[in-house]
């Protein structure tokens, strides 16, 4: 019988390996990733207590139903393809060459037609845009 101690090692942990996969790891994920810079408008939005005044200055008109049908100036456009309104903006105008135009789209209408008003009123030339809306119930605690 062998009752003689036996010399067992201590397990050692050797950090070196580990530390050497980390730093792959780190170049691995920072070559990676991508830097996206993203592009931003800074607006100075206007502040409104209630809708357009009564007596607003003569422009056009836009108005925009559910369906996504276009009626300028209270006259319903045919068809809704953008050379058509852009034709019945330019002839709502009068002449003028900056005039208001005032787009009044239902709640439940694709964004995809205000953006073809816009694209109309911007081929136009016409900066001066503004969305009509509905003057919110207050509230009564």
């Known amino acids: 019988m062998n ?3 036996q010399n067992r090692d201590e397990p050692e942990l050797n950090l070196i390996p580990m530390i050497d996969v980390l730093i792959v790891l780190m170049i691995f994920l920072v070559m990676t ?3 996206s810079r993203e592009t931003g408008l800074e607006l100075q939005l206007p502040k409104a207590q209630s809708s357009l005044p009564e007596e607003s200055p003569k422009g056009v008109d836009v108005a925009i139903d559910a369906e996504g049908r276009f009626s300028v100036n209270g006259t319903p456009l045919q068809d809704n393809r953008l050379e058509i309104l852009r034709e019945a903006m330019k002839a709502a105008a009068g002449g003028q060459q900056d005039p208001l135009v005032i787009i009044r789209a239902d709640r439940t209408t694709q964004h995809q037609h205000v953006i073809t008003v816009l694209d109309a009123a911007g081929q136009l030339g016409f900066g ?3 969305f009509a809306a509905e003057i919110a ?3 009564k605690p």
């Open 3 to 5: 009752f003689r101690p």
């Open 33 to 35: 990733t991508t830097f």
């Open 128 to 130: 001066h845009i503004s």
């Open 137 to 139: 119930a207050e509230s």
